[in-house]
Nanobody, 119 residues
Framework: QVQLVESGGGLVQPGGSLRLSCATS????????MSWYRQAPGQERDLVAT????????NYADSVKGRFTISRDNAKNTVYLQMNSLKPEDTAVYYC????????????WGQGTQVTVSS
């Protein structure tokens, strides 16, 4: 059974930090590109950050560059998102995403974790 379980969300003041975790099971983690997406109320789900499976190359949305860091621990089948200098506009539900690197494409989603940035 495939599981992606996010944790680490919560309420934080502007300028604060949070670290999200996504613990996975049920698939071969090393064969998947891992990403974080976010969705604010009334908006589309947007890509935040991606990390490749073997070489660890990362990519970020312009809005989070320099503030967020994605990482993965292939031994623990877990991906992380370190979020620093948080802004109110970072408020959203954050989702973990796994995409297989070989065809046919297989995509898995977590259930999401709420991040609220407010004073």
């Amino acid at each position: 059974q495939v599981q992606l379980v996010e944790s680490g969300g919560g309420l934080v003041q502007p300028g604060g930090s949070l670290r999200l975790s996504c613990a996975t099971s049920g698939f071969t983690f090393n064969n998947y590109v891992m990403s974080w997406y976010r969705q604010a109320p009334g908006q589309e789900r947007d890509l935040v950050a991606t990390i490749l499976s073997n070489d660890g190359i990362t990519n970020y949305a312009d809005s989070v560059k320099g503030r967020f860091t994605i990482s993965r621990d292939n031994a623990k089948n877990t991906v992380y998102l370190q979020m620093n200098s948080l802004k109110p506009e970072d408020t959203a539900v954050y989702y973990c995403n796994a995409r297989r690197v070989i065809v046919p494409a297989v995509i898995y989603w977590g259930q999401g974790t709420q991040v609220t940035v407010s004073s």
